[in-house]
């Protein structure tokens, strides 16, 4: 089994881990994109561009996830030994909504 990618999202130092597949899909040229939550209760967009390294470009609550769960981005869902992973392909002209300002 792959052992999964781990991003630091907050200040604090906590990570997410994702699939390291993902870095594959984005490698071959899929730019995507997934929300997921922190000790911190705050919840983390993570993007994946081909050729650059992950990173965090939106921390927020709840709200955050829902906006992100309302585009219409295509939801994909990674499957591997652990459990199901669910991640969008990113729309990069959609993105500008969700960056910090
Ligand atoms: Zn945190």
Redesign the pocket.
């Known amino acids: 089994m792959d052992q999964p990618s781990s991003l630091v ?6 990570t997410v881990e994702y699939p390291a597949a993902l870095d594959a899909v984005a490698n071959a040229g899929t730019d995507l994109a997934f929300c997921r939550p ?5 919840v ?1 967009m993570v993007t994946l561009f081909a050729g650059d390294s992950p990173r965090v470009v939106a921390s927020g609550d709840l709200d955050l996830y829902a906006r992100f769960e309302a585009t219409e981005w295509p939801e994909r869902i990674h499957v591997d030994e652990a459990r199901p992973f669910s991640y969008r392909e990113l729309e990069p002209l959609d993105l500008a909504q969700f960056l910090k300002e």
């Open positions: 999202v907050c200040q604090q130092g906590h922190c000790d911190c209760q705050q983390h």
